[in-house]
């Protein structure tokens, strides 16, 4: 077959089932490349439970992207009603059909008009088949849904040979095929088709519990191959069919070790400086008005300023409640709803079943690709499902998203009971952050204190700190360490006024001693220079006096000389 | 006359190849034809393997197929059309005789 491709399974098998995708997003992963080429594939399921439509986009994506050309077979549904049918999905079918890529037909059986006599067999049938393979080259075949020739035809027995005979006549084609059949009671077909198709069962189911209907698929049976066995939920929205494979049990995904900010400088200070690391989970949890939506939105915003996507879902408010709540404390989403940055996704937890819930946010981080998800608040998805669904539902949802690398900020309201620390889908465990923000009751006012309870691979601080939101945003202050303990709010601001009255007590005491000191040293200072003037008198009246003895004997000195010349002279001339 | 013309029955037999249920079913059909509607049938016979796209038309599956075109509805009888009884109360013929 041109387009099949081998897949490799882990079985170290000479030659693997060689496998045609069938285009439906997600299907493909889960058989690991589609349905066995040249083999028909059984898909059973009640009534509504999207078997037409499976099979029918089998047709078209084969033809559109694939391009394998594929014969439709209707025996319930007239082929115009089936090209209305699906120009909802945006197929056109006409032009596929002009186009000589798809062929429809329509095979009516009215009981009331046949009359049956003797032996007949059904080579009609092979004829017509036989006729629109050959017509178009076609590589894949539906057959929807073959029962119905049990109900039109009363030879049973001949119907069961003949059915025998066309498997084997469409495995001798080479042709990949897919019958569908309705579901009976206990068994997977009401008329046993199982038996014949035995290579390839894919169950359909459409449950409702609790009021919310899941469609979900299960690959019941695939010979010769690995097949996930779960469940998996599926969607059926204007894109077709998506199946999710949400269950990856693996642990190896890519990790970074880049940071993102969380938009709160304060906060990323309490994180090493750095905030979170990209493509990790953090969970925000606190009663309920303790500002876990305001933490969110300015992640968000941070998000946006770095020009990365984010979306938000919100199962609590509706987007425009939440840009107008925001705006209170400065922050302005509606300007990068318009940037188109953010997308909002806000929904009601029971307009789906959480499968659904899940399979809407990974469409849409498919299609949006985001580098952070808003979560606001995981804890109302619990009315649409036991506590440990969503904690399923969560753990999947964490797995995907870091296969993504996207960062996820979960928002979960904590209840005030006893187990307080715990938060109620137990997913405290599964994520890689959490804060946590809880009432401080005190001096009669209600303040918030925020922690970090953990935060994975890096230091963070142990503090407490009080969470304040103001008008220009959101602040994280540290508490008064006081003597009564940890003070906040009022009593912490009363507390710092109280510091700064002593501190200015404390400073003015401490300027009169110095003015004090500083006076004394004046006066002393003035006391010296006043003994300084005394001294240098008294020495000039020491000097003076000393001086003029000086004088006098220098004067007595020289009269004396003149003497004693004057007595030489006079007696030299005796001589 | 004109009204004998009108009533003229239309019969088709679809068949594949010339199996012995084929034939069969041919020849009951003649027979039957010969005793109840003498001079006022057509059979036209359809070999599917030769003009596959002819099985769309009449909406056949099984082989033989017998299908009554003309007069209104259109009736289909399947099978090598053995039994007598069932193959005229199917046609909706009435018996010369009767």
Partial sequence: MSKAKNIDTTESKPIAIPKTYTGISGFDQITGGGVPTGRPTLICGEAGCGKTLFSLEFIIRGAMEFNEPGVFIAFEEKTDELEMNVASLGFDLKKLQIDKKVRLDHIHIDRSEIEETGEYDLDGLFIRLGYAIDSIGAKRIVLDTLENLFLGLDNQAVVRAELRRLFAWLKNKGITAIITGEKGDGNYTRQGLEEYVSDCVILLDHRVINQISTRRLRVVKYRGTVHGTNEYPFLIDEDGISVLPVTSLKLEKEISSERVSSGIPSLDEMLGSKGFFKGSSILVSGTAGTGKTSISAFFADATCRRGERCIYFAFEESPKQIIRNMQSININLQKHVDNGLLQFSASRPTLHGLEMHLVVIYKMIKKFKPSVVILDPITNLVTVGSVSEVKSMLIRLIDFLQEEQVTVMFTALTLNSIINEQTDEGVSSLVDAWLLVRDIEFNGERNRGLYIMKSRGMKHSNQVREFVISNDGIDLVDVYLGKEGVLTGSARVAEVLKEHTSNALRNNALNRKDREINRKRQILEAQIANLKSEFESVEEELNKIYIEEELKNEVLEKTRKEVTELRRDKVHPQH | ?98
Avoid at chain 2, 67 to 81: A, S, T, W
């Fill in chain 2, 1 to 98: 006359m004109i009204e004998q013309e009108n009533d003229t029955w239309e019969l088709r037999l679809y068949i594949a190849g010339k199996t012995a249920k084929s034939i069969t079913a041919l020849q009951n059909l003649k027979k039957y034809c010969e005793e109840h509607l003498k001079g006022q049938y057509k059979i036209e016979v359809i070999d599917l393997l030769i003009n596959p796209q002819l099985a769309e038309g009449d909406q056949i599956l099984a082989i033989p197929t017998l299908v009554r075109k003309f007069p209104e509805p259109i009736r289909k009888i399947i099978g090598d059309l053995s039994n007598e009884e069932k193959v005229l109360v199917g046609l909706n013929i009435r018996p010369a005789y009767s």
